[in-house]
């Protein structure tokens, strides 16, 4: 069976016809990283389709916000046994589409699960707070409210999670949600939004809760530029979040940034050396190095480098690349072609700045058409500019450093602030380390991807500053209403002023 056919059953399994797919404007090109085949057919949606989708969101939302948030919840409780039913389905899509290895695929699509289930929640726990007034029989409360039309864009990357902490989140806010995927995974993505269908119809929600509009950047830009997108969450490259961030801003509209990475785990002597590995190969290897949260800098105390990097050059040179539909493999391939000469330029850019690679880095022929590398382990002299740029590929830069504050300062260099890791058993450079690394994400003794959907994520600086998914973020997806409510019967002024 061919990957074009294996999608085309995988797409009739969540009820899409894989012969009428997108809208009616120009064919995307489909095709799968695995062996660079062509899968099907899609077009993607006109101008005027996109205007359309933004309107029918619209409408939906005059009736989603008046909809009692417990009420909204079971909507996305639909969603969430809907994608649990088509697990399989859904990461066998991603499988084919963007290359993760099958683990990594049911991965995204467990997180798609687990962020329903917290959304579920939030449903009956969207707080406000009262406070006291200093004027007498007056009560004094902030209330949330529906925000309107949620313009998603999203990545290649995690071509369905991130969508998901959005649409989850913001559906029980009382929004409406219109989806740009990532022009290289729309079969994903129609799959998944038929599930939401689906799930729209089971529980009685209006149809146009969460359309989908397919295509590229120009697609992305109407959803910038509409005056009817009140918030845009947009997830992608530092540039794209440049461009979009002031469009966005020019018109007072909302913007949420979940841009480049450029992570570093700091690796001191007191390390437990075994953990610290384990957990450095799946952070820099793991999805072929194509996540935001993909370890790209290790900065380790020079008693322990050669230990270190001694190890993680076997690790690296034992992993299995290859097919990721094939059990035992732990590195898929690269997104599309430019992806590895990109990984080419920056190791020669490396090497030419002082650099020596002691692993990896060389093309792995896997049949046809794919791209695939062996993950690469390079020693720097310094952070040279090649190693505080986000290359989209598994490339591990190794610097070593002799005392603590010269690993902060190391580790804040970057211009990005996405996720950070120490490996230590001395508590204090632990808690030095939390409160100084100047990212959204920072663990203690653990990598810097893989993060769960209970906590708030997202990144500083040229990440953008957006947080998305658990804990609080769920008040981006809201406006925020502050209501004194006079039973005193008389007028009152605050501060104590008269006024005749
Ligand atoms: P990309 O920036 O090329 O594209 C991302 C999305 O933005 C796509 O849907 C694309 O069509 C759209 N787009 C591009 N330019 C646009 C514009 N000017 N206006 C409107 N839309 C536009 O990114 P990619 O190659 O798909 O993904 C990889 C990048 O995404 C990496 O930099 C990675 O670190 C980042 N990423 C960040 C997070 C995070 O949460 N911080 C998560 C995943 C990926």
Request: some cysteine.
């Amino acid at each position: 069976m061919t990957l074009a056919e294996r999608a085309a059953d995988l797409l009739r399994g969540v009820g899409v016809d894989p012969e009428s797919l997108g809208g009616s404007g120009d064919v995307l090109a489909c095709s799968s990283p695995i062996d660079g085949s062509e899968l099907l057919t899609v077009r993607a949606h006109t101008d005027a389709e996109v205007a359309e989708a933004i309107a029918v969101a619209g409408e939906a939302f005059t009736q989603w916000r008046v909809t009692p948030a417990p009420v909204r919840g079971k909507l996305v409780k639909r969603l969430g046994e809907l994608i649990g039913e088509h697990k399989e389905q859904l990461a066998g899509l991603v499988t084919i589409e963007v290359g993760k290895i099958s683990s990594e695929a049911l991965g995204e699509v467990q997180e798609m699960i687990d962020i329903c289930d917290l959304a579920v929640g939030l449903s009956r726990q969207l707080f406000g707070r009262t406070m006291p007034s200093e004027r007498e029989g007056h009560r004094l409360q902030e209330v949330w409210h529906p925000l309107g039309v949620v313009g998603v864009i999203s990545a290649f990357n995690f071509p369905v999670a991130v969508w998901s902490w959005n649409a989850a989140i913001a559906l029980v806010c009382g929004d409406t949600v219109v989806w740009k995927p990532s022009e290289l995974a729309p079969l994903t993505a129609l799959a998944t939004s038929a599930l939401l269908e689906r799930a729209a119809a089971d529980v009685g929600a209006p149809p146009g809760v969460g359309p989908l509009v397919l295509g590229g950047r120009d697609v992305g830009e109407a959803l910038v530029d509409s005056p009817d997108i009140a918030l845009l969450s947009a997830t992608g490259s530092t540039r794209m979040g440049r461009e979009v961030g002031p469009r966005v801003a020019s018109r007072f509209g909302r913007v949420l940034l979940e841009l480049g990475g450029n992570n570093a785990v700091v690796l001191a002597p007191s390390a437990d050396l075994d953990l610290a590995v384990n957990s450095m190969v799946f952070a820099a290897a793991g999805t072929a190095g194509q996540r935001c949260t993909s370890l790209r800098r290790l900065i380790v105390h020079r008693s322990v480098a050669d230990a270190a990097t001694e190890r993680l050059a076997r690790a690296f040179a034992s992993l299995p690349v290859g097919d990721p539909s094939e059990e035992g493999t732990l590195v898929g391939p690269l997104i599309r072609p430019a992806a590895a000469e990109a990984m080419q330029a920056a190791l020669a850019e490396a090497v030419a700045s002082g650099g020596e690679v002691l692993a990896g880095g060389e093309a792995v022929p896997v049949g046809a058409g794919g791209s695939y590398v062996r993950p690469a382990l390079v020693r720097m002299p310094s952070q040279t500019p090649v190693v505080l740029r986000e290359t989209f590929a598994p490339i591990l830069y190794v610097v070593a450093y002799d005392d603590f504050d010269e690993a902060l300062a190391l580790h804040n260099a970057a211009s990005q602030g996405l996720s950070a890791g120490i490996f230590t058993r001395d508590q204090a450079e632990a808690e030095r380390f939390l409160a100084v690394a100047d990212t959204g994400i920072t663990n203690v003794n653990v990598g810097t991807s893989g993060a769960e959907i209970g906590g708030a994520f997202g990144g500083e600086k040229e990440t953008g500053g957006g947080r998305e998914s658990g804990s609080d973020a769920w008040r981006a997806y809201m406006r925020r209403s502050t209501n004194t409510i006079n039973y005193s019967g008389s007028v009152q002024l605050a501060q104590g002023v008269h006024f005749g």
